[in-house]
């Protein structure tokens, strides 16, 4: 089994920064690609950002594009997504995923393991 351990959540202001950070254990040989998703209370998780995990491909939600970036280091096993010009509308529980099967990446029942998530909360 893969286990998912997001970190690097908090609170900041609109217009501040903060790296998030996800480090996968465990069963990992099948795990091709990695995703960020997140979701604001009373609201369905919704894709933020993906990146194949050995071919380097991402993609990016419109609402993030300009704003986060998603890295990945294949010999730690983590993904880090940097959010940059935070705004108040960020402020959700980010949600690491990982293992992409059939289907595409901004679809929830695409992924194959989860992490518990970290909040993240931006004031204006």
């Known amino acids: 089994q893969v286990q998912l351990v997001e970190s690097g959540g908090g609170s900041v202001q609109a217009g501040g920064s903060l790296r998030l950070s996800c480090a996968a254990s465990?069963?990992?040989?099948?795990?091709?690609?990695m995703a960020w998703f997140r979701q604001a209370s009373g609201k369905e998780r919704e894709f933020v950002a993906a990146?194949?995990?050995?071919?380097?491909?991402?993609s990016y939600a419109d609402s993030v594009k300009g704003r986060f970036t998603i890295s990945r280091d294949n010999a730690k096993n983590t993904v880090a997504l940097q959010m940059n010009s935070l705004k108040p509308e960020d402020t959700a529980v980010y949600y690491c995923a990982a293992q992409a099967l059939y289907g595409t990446w901004e679809h929830v029942r695409t992924w194959r393991h989860w992490g518990i998530g970290t909040l993240v909360t931006v004031s204006s």
């Open positions: 990146i194949s995990w050995s071919g380097g491909t991402t």
């Open positions: 465990g069963r990992t040989v099948s795990t091709y690609t």
